[in-house]
């Protein structure tokens, strides 16, 4: 519909306004909401080369795709490879238009979920000499990281062994 050449223009616009030519090539985190999220899916396919973090709320246009209701768009190993999180929204579930969220046909999946963070964080000399000031730094982060993994624990996920020739690649 034309939005992405939209978004790809709304960067190099504001890229040349504040000149900094970098923001034309700077990587997507992308979050979306609903129609937002099925947005950010289509992008997914079409640019997966510029995004390193998807976040899908209530929506993606996966369920619509798969049922014929959208063209279905070229998967790339590019695409399957950006770390995404799906939440569809615990209200959505009994909603008669939203309930496609769950209805997505993830009945038999093929992938699997990995979580990873990687970084780097330097702590002052005052900070190393007093541990308890770790939380100024640290407790945000740290509160964040607890509460997604109590919530990945309330998931009842099926442990699904990889496949052989996955094992050959490590």
């Known amino acids: 519909n034309g939005s992405a050449k939209t978004f790809l223009r709304s960067l190099d616009d504001f890229a040349a306004q504040a000149q900094r030519p970098e923001l034309r090539a700077v990587p997507w985190c992308l979050w979306g909401h609903s129609g937002g999220a099925f947005w950010a899916s289509l992008m997914q396919a079409l640019h997966p080369d510029r995004i390193v973090a998807i976040w899908f709320r209530s929506g993606s246009a996966f369920p619509y795709w798969e049922k014929g209701e959208i063209e279905k768009p070229e998967i790339t ?94």
């Open 77 to 170: 190993a590019a695409a399957l490879g950006i770390p995404m999180m799906q939440n569809p929204g615990g209200k959505e579930k009994d909603h008669e238009r939203f309930k496609i969220a769950y209805d997505g046909g993830l009945e038999s999946p093929e992938h699997a979920i990995e979580f990873g963070y990687e970084g780097a964080y330097e702590f002052d000399e005052a900070t190393l000499a007093d541990p308890a000031m770790l939380d100024e730094h640290v407790a945000s982060v740290g509160g964040w990281v607890t509460s997604t993994l109590v919530r990945l624990g309330d998931l009842d996920l099926e442990y699904l062994p990889p496949d052989e020739e996955d094992e050959d690649d490590t």
